[in-house]
């Protein structure tokens, strides 16, 4: 079982660009066994998936984000990264990274999830 | 407006049989298998079922999962009061290239 952990600032701008970063224990980031994924939920609402990285493959994002969302792999830091540009309050929510299972969409391992803030 | 369809309530007494619907369309639980997720107040979700009606080691064989067509349940017997919680579907969707969640269902142990 991997244990994933979230890390970045708990409150963003308006219009500036939320990075979060994974960091992976427990096994690597270049495993064959898994993509590599972030998933969001604004408060009091539903799990939204905004997208997936293999360690050597293209991202894949989802289309209601894609012109804002980059997802990145640091395999020398066993870490993967999101940047969400051009925030709104929207964009406020508990942000999750997962491990999914190839070539499935199965998350199997999440972190606890951290709180950003969209907010002047 | 989410891509999968739940009921945003379930409830039941304990020690009943519950079932949460999850419906969806030919380019997601029609060709890709479906998966549900447990979210207990204030915790990440957690894998229930896989693969349609796989559980993962340790989820008690109360919960059961199964699909046809481009529909797919979650069925929970022996209703306890820990099963309080959300539950969510997800599946691939092969036209967004991406993965898909129902709005999830607020289950009430009463």
């Known amino acids: 079982q991997l244990q994933l952990q979230e890390s970045g600032p708990g409150l963003v701008k308006p219009s500036e660009t939320l990075s979060l970063t994974c960091s992976i224990s427990?096994?690597?980031?270049?495993?064959?066994?898994?993509?590599w994924g972030w998933i969001r939920q604004p408060p009091g609402k539903g799990l939204e998936w905004i997208g997936s990285i293999y360690y050597s493959g293209s991202p894949y994002y989802n289309p209601s984000l894609k012109s804002r969302v980059t997802i990145s792999v640091d395999t020398s830091k066993n870490q993967f990264s999101l940047k969400l540009s051009s925030v709104t309050a929207a964009d406020t929510a508990v942000y999750y990274c997962?491990?999914?299972?190839?070539?499935?969409?199965?998350?199997?391992?999440w972190g606890q999830g951290t709180l950003v803030t969209v907010s002047s | 407006q989410s891509v999968l369809t739940q009921p945003p309530s379930a409830s039941g007494t304990p020690g009943q049989r519950v079932t949460i619907s999850c419906s969806g369309s030919s380019s997601n639980i029609g060709s890709n298998t479906v998966n549900w997720y447990q979210q207990l107040p204030g915790t990440a979700p957690k894998l229930l079922i896989y693969?349609?009606?796989q559980r993962p080691s340790g989820v008690p064989d109360r919960f059961s999962g199964s699909k046809s067509g481009t529909s797919a349940s979650l069925a929970i017997s022996g209703l306890q009061s820990e099963d309080e919680a959300d539950y969510y579907c997800?599946?691939?969707?092969?036209?967004?290239?991406?993965?898909?969640f129902g709005g999830g269902t607020k289950l009430t142990v009463l």
């Open positions: 693969s349609d009606n």
């Open positions: 997800a599946a691939w969707d092969d036209s967004l290239n991406g993965g898909v």
């Open positions: 997962a491990s999914i299972v190839v070539p499935t969409a199965i998350l199997i391992d």
């Open positions: 427990g096994g690597s980031i270049s495993s064959r066994s898994y993509y």
